[in-house]
């Protein structure tokens, strides 16, 4: 990794938490890599290729950062919405100018919706109700 200066950010959807350092380089020499295995190997679909690349295309950075970043938590999907918001803060916190951008598609919004917790004295699901007899 290079030893200049990275730009460190949190990214958190559902219960997935997504810490970025994000250095400046060509990922062709570096790629980015999630708890130590390259991106394209850790999400090899390209519908996720598409949008974990959002916040770079976006503001024209496709291949000016590199990065490495750990995944914790939740799964894929919700690991990868964590990833794109901690990629769109630490490129504002690089260029501040670049926060209408990212803010214009949506991008520094934390999605928050979570499973509701299952409650006592309820049924299988957290609303569900017990079925009461008929007479």
Do not use: C
């Not at 062709?28 to 190997?41: K, M, S």
């Not at 409650?119 to 079925?131: C, F, S, Y």
């Amino acid at each position: 990794m290079p030893a200049n200066k990275y730009y460190y950010a949190i990214g958190r959807r559902k219960t997935a938490t997504v810490i970025i350092k994000m250095f400046k380089g060509k990922q062709e020499e570096q790629p980015i890599t999630i708890n130590g295995i390259p991106i394209h190997d850790y999400w090899p679909s390209e519908a996720a290729k598409t949008v974990y690349q959002e916040p770079l295309k976006t503001t024209n950075t496709l291949n000016k950062f590199t990065a490495t970043a750990t995944a914790k938590g939740s799964g894929k999907a919700g690991q990868l919405g964590a990833f794109v918001l901690a990629v769109s803060r630490a490129l504002e916190k690089f260029d501040p100018d670049l926060r209408p951008i990212l803010k214009k598609r949506g991008l520094l919004t934390r999605d928050q919706r979570q499973k509701e917790r299952r409650k006592p004295g309820l049924a299988q699901k957290a609303r569900a109700k017990k079925q009461s007899p008929k007479r």
